[in-house]
């Protein structure tokens, strides 16, 4: 169904209420796909039981975390109980990360607030021994939020960082973008070239400023209703391509809109997914069964409960979450 958008659901609303009967997973349970092998659990990425439960005594190639900036359990904390909440499931994604393999981060960064958690993150993460960090990745927003007297944020900040050696797909780092720029004249076997003689592609590499990947909005089939922030399926499918091996492993301790799990089943990889949220987990779940039976990788403008919601009556939300009677109204945009 068309026009049936939710509320955000990491917030506390009627609309949340409702949906939480419709989920198959409570904490502590995993759920296994019968088609592929990828595995969502309700768990606590902090735990390392949990973790452990989640992994079954697997390895993974690549770790893609987007966690809650600065949010555990839907309640604020201090920056201080922020980072050590996020040094365990740093630790816990060393125990089950390949000698060799990659950690990408998603994080926010304040700007009303010194950029936390964004600067002491990164301090706490030099203290992590086992892993090196490499670049420091900006992703651009179309749009974003800003003031008549501060420039508008449209940045998402993302973080990689190495453990041990793995390898690196430099030919899936390409763009669309093409070469219009010359220059970087040298001499190549006594001839005098610039930097498109010299290129494999006509187009340029993805540097550490993605501008290329357009961000999620309502009416990109991708789109998943209630999930804030989401990130595009093109970024997850970039990192994928970079850092890991078709049959490869890649985790996800923080599923929400199950984009990570989405990628890796487009790009014959393995994903074992976590969320303490058992709505989040549901929704991954429904994502990947829609994407197997249908080839699409979202709802658009509509959602994954639209056909047990219809049948209780309910054709919408309000902006406060609360259920809507009666006939649709195809006015509604997009309320995340």
Known sequence: MEHFPLPRLEKTTPAREIILPLC?????????????GHRVGCLDAADTRHIDTLMNNNKAACAIHDPPYNLVAFQEQSVEAFL??????I????????????????????QNDGFQPFPDFMIMMREKKSFKSRSFITMRNQRGYGTQKNWMAIR????????????????????DIPKILKGYYKEVGGVITENTERSKSDCIRAGN???????????????VNGCYAQKPL?????????SSQPEDIVIDFFTHAGTTLIACE??????????????????????????????????QNSNPFAEELI???ITGFDEKGNPIHGKPDLRQQSLW
């Open 24 to 36: 198959r997973l409570s904490p502590g349970d995993v759920w296994t796909d019968p088609v592929s």
């Open 84 to 89: 050590e909440w996020c040094s365990r499931w």
């Open 91 to 110: 630790d816990n994604t060393n125990n089950v990360l390949d000698d060799d393999g990659s950690l990408y981060i998603w994080l926010g960064a304040d």
């Open 156 to 175: 998402q900040e993302l973080l990689y960082y190495t453990k041990g050696n793995p390898g690196f797909n430099i030919d899936a780092e390409y763009t």
């Open 209 to 223: 400023v993605w501008v290329d990947i357009q961000q999620v909005f309502y009416r990109m089939q991708e789109n």
């Open 234 to 242: 093109q970024s997850i499918e970039r990192i994928i391509s970079a």
């Open 266 to 299: 487009k790009m014959k990889r393995v994903c074992f997914t976590a969320d303490i949220d058992p709505v989040f987990c549901e929704i991954t779940i429904r994502r990947l069964e829609h994407l197997q039976g249908t080839g699409k990788t979202g709802w």
């Open 311 to 313: 049948s209780m009556g």
